[in-house]
């Protein structure tokens, strides 16, 4: 898995399946490129039909400066990988960088996307964290069943650090369960975290507590079954770029407000 919030599809039939997406704001003249991605919101999805997130807003702002169309399947992970692997797709993402990787993935330079794992807690919570998850030992946690929060919030959990966990399955309901009160606080991913709270009207009933408690880079990732080096520093110029001129900001603004 990419990351360690990754989603476990449910049934053959999903796993069988493949979601065609295609950005239509590139030129009609632009090169086509193919990259795979696995759904999961905000940093990709379909929505009603069309493709949104914010990796895939950036990665094709990105792409469209040098004048590249690109097209993304949805798929899981595993075959997304072996996909990209054997030059059936030009890129990847979001993708972490492991030293196994690095053998069939040209990695881009500049980080797609900051993958930062926090605490999240209600508003009038009494609940501080200055570093330490084994001071909250005596805190109800809750997490979505089979998904990962990142080495060291899995690990606590593993060795029972964190004791009381509460188990929900998916991350609509768990941000429900947080802001009814049902548990004390809520890892995950900050961008997975506002996203849903956004969509529950929850805003402004939960605080984000600091530091964080891991951030770890994704990245998107080019093939190398063929010579991408020009493909991913294209990429590495159009984000810098973006970074630049704010438009990446604005990007991730966009999906967490």
Sequence with gaps: MQTPFSVRLL????????????????????????????????????????????????????????GHAVTVEIMPWARALDTVRDGGADAVFTAYKTPEREQFLNYSTQVLVPQVVSLFVAKDSPVSFDGDLSKLADRKFGVVNQISYGSIVDDAIKTGVLPAVEKSNDSDSNVKKLVSGRFDVMPSNRYVAQYFLKQAGALDKVKELTPAVQDIPSYIAFTKARDTAKLRDEFDAGVAAMKASGVYQQILDKYAR
């Design 11 to 66: 049934s053959s039939s999903i796993l069988g399946s493949i979601l065609l997406l295609t950005a239509v704001t590139a030129p009609a003249s632009a090169d086509q490129l193919r990259m795979v991605a696995l759904s999961f919101p905000p940093l990709i999805y379909d929505d009603g039909g069309k493709p949104a997130g914010i990796a895939y807003d950036i990665v094709t702002e990105a792409m469209k400066a040098a």
